[in-house]
């Protein structure tokens, strides 16, 4: 029971002070009769709690209760790691995914830019230590590199939002079933079958060309590169590789229409990469060009 106390500390804490600050901020604005900084700072504090809840019972529960693992720490092998990296890059997406969306949340509930943007660190930088603190009382132990990626993933959305430039350059995630191994895994789950998974930088190619140039690129159309792996979720079996992609990338942002709550969720969707014409290859192996490319 400490160490789940210790953990909502953690999370708390950062998530309090946050809400402290914003108390300062504009309060004119109202959504479904209530004070749009109530909402975001209360839903923030909400989420933030229920989120450690739920990943107390699907990873670290049996283990709190049953095996009680002394703290430990351990190191891994970066993108030659059982999952030849993709859990880093899925660490990093979701500081930066967490990051986007307290943001806008604190954008759309009238709080100013320094505390709307300091918050947005404050929740995913709280969030990743608690998992990893959790870790180190399980069976998965604390692993600094993974907070390395989370540390990046927060910068680089802080980088977006001081250099808007950097927007037109969007982290977004893909993810099909992989049909492999994995299914036999109690942990297993979209998040955990890394076979499945692609990350991308998506390039938004009608702002970046010339305008001489790019009158002739839609604006709905992106360029994205990918990178993953095959064989890497649980139970699978072969050799390991990483995969390469190229794709097209849908700029929901351009498609979508716009609305003042609704850019919130508009923003979320544009960081998940719909399946659209690319090609992907193995390391070692040849290229092969798929409509739809799915994983």
Same mark, same amino acid.
């Given at each position: 029971?400490?160490?789940?106390?210790?953990?909502?500390?953690?999370?708390?804490?950062?998530?309090?002070?946050?809400?402290?600050?914003?108390?300062?901020?504009?309060?004119?604005?109202?959504?479904?009769?209530?004070?749009?900084?109530?909402?975001?700072?209360?839903?923030?504090?909400?989420?933030?709690?229920?989120?450690?809840?739920?990943?107390?019972?699907?990873?670290?529960?049996?283990?709190?209760?049953?095996?009680?693992?002394?703290?430990?720490?351990?190191?891994?092998?970066?993108?030659?790691?059982?999952?030849?990296?993709?859990?880093?890059?899925?660490?990093?997406? =979701?500081?930066?995914?967490?990051?986007? &969306?307290?943001?806008? @949340?604190? !954008?759309?509930?009238?709080?100013?830019? %320094?505390? #709307?943007?300091?918050?947005?660190?404050?929740?995913?930088?709280?969030?990743?230590?608690?998992?990893?603190?959790?870790?180190?009382?399980?069976?998965?132990?604390?692993?600094?590199?993974?907070?390395?990626?989370?540390?990046?993933?927060?910068?680089?959305?802080?980088?977006?939002?001081?250099?808007?430039?950097?927007?037109?350059?969007?982290?977004?995630?893909?993810?099909?079933?992989?049909?492999?191994?994995?299914?036999?895994?109690?942990?297993?789950?979209?998040?955990?079958?890394?076979?499945?998974?692609?990350?991308?930088? =998506?390039?938004?190619?009608?702002?970046? &060309?010339?305008?001489? @140039?790019? !009158?002739?690129?839609?604006?709905?159309? %992106?360029? #994205?590169?990918?990178?993953?792996?095959?064989?890497?979720?649980?139970?699978?079996?072969?050799?390991?590789?990483?995969?390469?992609?190229?794709?097209?990338?849908?700029?929901?942002?351009?498609?979508?229409?716009?609305?003042?709550?609704?850019?919130?969720?508009?923003?979320?969707?544009?960081?998940?990469?719909?399946?659209?014409?690319?090609?992907?290859?193995?390391?070692?192996?040849?290229?092969?060009?798929?409509?739809?490319?799915?994983?």
């Amino acid at each position: 029971m400490k160490k789940i106390i210790f953990l909502l500390f953690v999370v708390s804490y950062c998530v309090t002070e946050t809400a402290a600050a914003a108390e300062e901020a504009k309060r004119d604005s109202m959504f479904l009769g209530l004070s749009r900084n109530d909402v975001a700072t209360y839903g923030t504090i909400a989420w933030s709690a229920g989120a450690v809840f739920m990943e107390f019972q699907w990873w670290w529960r049996d283990d709190y209760i049953y095996q009680q693992h002394p703290f430990r720490m351990k190191g891994d092998g970066y993108f030659y790691n059982s999952s030849y990296g993709v859990d880093k890059l899925g660490h990093m997406y =979701a500081s930066y995914l967490i990051f986007g &969306l307290t943001y806008d @949340v604190m !954008k759309w509930a009238d709080i100013d830019d %320094n505390t #709307a943007l300091w918050a947005a660190i404050a929740v995913p930088a709280s969030h990743a230590i608690a998992i990893e603190f959790g870790d180190g009382f399980s069976k998965y132990a604390f692993n600094v590199s993974d907070l390395y990626f989370n540390s990046t993933g927060i910068l680089y959305g802080a980088l977006q939002v001081k250099y808007p430039y950097l927007r037109n350059f969007t982290y977004k995630w893909s993810y099909y079933p992989s049909g492999g191994g994995g299914k036999n895994d109690p942990d297993w789950g979209p998040a955990s079958d890394y076979s499945g998974h692609i990350y991308w930088l =998506a390039m938004d190619m009608y702002n970046i &060309l010339p305008e001489s @140039v790019n !009158k002739y690129w839609p604006k709905y159309l %992106n360029l #994205a590169v990918g990178l993953g792996a095959k064989n890497v979720s649980f139970g699978d079996v072969g050799i390991k590789k990483h995969k390469f992609a190229v794709a097209l990338d849908w700029n929901t942002n351009a498609i979508l229409p716009d609305g003042d709550t609704w850019n919130i969720f508009k923003n979320l969707i544009n960081k998940i990469h719909l399946p659209a014409p690319g090609i992907k290859f193995y390391s070692s192996e040849k290229a092969v060009a798929k409509g739809l490319l799915l994983n």
